[in-house]
Structure formats: C-alpha cells, structure tokens
C-alpha cells in the first residue's frame, strides 16, 4: 500500500490537467518552484471522490523562490508565458521571497521575510493547502509537505496559524464551500 507522498505523486501523474500543468511550469526553468495549494487540494480531493471532471479552480498557484529578484513584474511575465503555454489554465505565480512585500496590504498584518520556498509552503491557510509538487527535469515528482499529508488525504480543513488569522479563516470556510465539492471534507472550526 503506498504512503500519502506516493499517492499524491500518483494522483500528480495520472491526472491530465495537473501533469501538463507541471511540465508548463517546468520549462519556466526556476530554480525552486511548485504547483500548491489549492490546486493540489482540488486535485487529491477530487480524486478522492471520484470526480471524473475537475472541480472549479480560482487559480492554478505556481509558487517559487528567488531572494535575488523580487519584482513582481517577473510574476507577471512568468504568468504571460505560462498562458502562452496552457491559455486556459487560470495561473498565479508568486515568489515567495517577496511576500511579506505585499502581504499586510492584501491581508492586514506584518509578515518577516521568508527563508525558502519549504517555509513558504508552511505558512499557507490551511494544513491540507500547505502542500506544494514539483516535476523534476528527470520526471520525477517531489512533494513538499512541511505539516505533512494526513490533512490532505483524511480531507479535513484545518487552520494553519501560521499567517492566518481565525477571522480569516473562518472567511475562508465560507467563501470556500468545500462541502459543496467534496461531501466527505471535515471541517474544524
């Protein structure tokens, strides 16, 4: 039987969308990168139930680290090339290094400079979106998990104090509305 990191490595390969998603953003040639959250949570929860078209998608998060460029204007061009390469795919690309450039406009509150792409993945909304995968140039699939899986694949939505606030999560739960996708989510209030 395999772990969660297989099975998500599994779901990851065998899914069409998510795969061809991974390989757009591989040819971006970024040093440290993945595809998280909640792109991979619809991806696993989806497969979970056995949902043969997938569930709606806000955005397809590639996030990456780059300490020495923080423009966002490479956000922007990166996501250009990415619609050159999959133009339906609704990307946001972000670089972690300079989150906490932006972060108190768009959500409130003070964050310190992130360290690596693994601590920026640990610091997203909810335990089971705190997952990134990424598609190496040998094919292979690697899982960035820093809380790890359990959330995922038990599907329980479980605030990650982190960076969010209970305000914000509970903001989050009811724009959401995991239940209306996936019947079998839990949430934790």
Known sequence: ???????????????????????????LKLDAWCIGAGAVRNLVWDALHGHVFPSPL?????????????????????ERQLRCLMPDMPWEVTNQASVHHWFEAHFGHAVPPLNSLEEA???????ATAVGVTLRDDDTI?????????????MIVRRNPARVSLDSYRQRIAQKQYATYWPNVTIIP
């Open 1 to 27: 039987m395999p772990n969660d990191s297989d099975a998500l490595k599994q779901i990851a390969r065998n899914t069409p969308w998510f795969h061809t998603a991974l390989c757009a953003v591989r040819e």
């Open 58 to 78: 806000a955005d397809i998060d590639v996030a990456f680290f780059d300490a020495s460029c923080l423009d966002s204007a490479r956000d922007t061009a990166l």
């Open 121 to 127: 993945v640990g610091s997203w909304p909810e335990f």
């Open 142 to 154: 690697d899982v960035i998990a820093p809380h790890g899986l359990s959330d995922l694949f038990q």
